[in-house]
């Protein structure tokens, strides 16, 4: 079955410096790559996605970035801020909506102040 | 984007007592609903996907008898988390999307608790 992998688990930045948090996925049927933004017991929230026909997908300080070759796909956050604090998660599934999404196992990004 | 809500939101039961949490979307009809169990510093592992009027889809390790889903209609699912014992308290948190969303909207999540 599908399988994501998600690096790093932890991510410490300094406020102000650049986040990258790396996925890689089994499965090349895959075409739909969302990313979720998951604070301490709430409900993920969808931050940006980005499907298999594009390379590249930039919404202000956020940016995804996909080599379906390669199978990775990766997130960017620039210029952080401390609520960018949080736990952040890829996911990889088909474009469809009664596709099931499997998550990469999380990155816990810190800011520094 | 579109509302699902999650009910109850937090709950505590006896050890091997059963507890059913809600899933419902508010303002569009959920053709699929997915349930995902989250423990703490993990990631959100599917336990299942249901279709409006047919019988959930169970990943494997998931016991159906023990984690009963219904999706009875296009607004509703629920998941029946029978006999419970202190390894079943984790957050449960449903998602669901629609014919014409292909992104899943969550709900706010149920923290269950065995004692």
């Known amino acids: 079955g599908e399988n994501v992998e998600q690096h790093p688990s932890t991510l410490s930045v300094q406020e102000g410096d650049s986040a990258v948090i790396k996925c890689t996925y089994s499965?090349?049927?895959?075409?739909?790559f969302p990313w979720y933004k998951q604070e301490l017991g709430k409900r993920p929230q969808l931050i940006i996605d980005?499907?298999?026909?594009?390379g590249e997908k930039k919404d202000q300080r956020i940016a995804v970035t996909l080599n379906k070759t390669a199978k990775h796909f990766s997130l960017h956050i620039t210029e952080t801020q401390p609520e960018d604090s949080a736990v952040y998660f890829c996911?990889?599934?088909?474009?469809?909506?009664?596709?099931?999404?499997?998550f990469g196992s999380g990155t816990r990004l810190s800011i520094r102040p | 984007g579109a509302v699902v809500s999650q009910h109850p939101s937090r709950v505590i039961c006896k050890s091997g007592t059963s507890v059913k949490i809600e899933c419902r979307s508010l303002d569009f009809q959920a053709t699929t609903m997915f349930w995902y169990r989250q423990f703490p510093k993990q990631s959100l592992m599917l336990m299942a996907t249901s279709n409006e009027g047919s019988k959930a889809t169970y990943e494997q390790g998931v016991e159906k008898d023990k984690f009963l889903i219904n999706h009875a209609s296009l607004t509703l699912s629920t998941l029946t988390v029978t006999s419970a014992h202190p390894e079943d308290s984790s957050f449960y948190i449903c998602?669901?999307?629609?014919?014409?969303?292909?992104?899943?909207?969550f709900g706010q999540g149920t923290r269950l608790t065995v004692v």
């Open positions: 996911a990889a599934t088909w474009y469809s909506s009664a596709s099931k999404i499997i």
């Open positions: 980005i499907r298999s026909n594009v």
């Open positions: 499965d090349s049927a895959s075409n739909y």
């Open positions: 998602s669901a999307s629609g014919r014409k969303n292909t992104e899943a909207f």
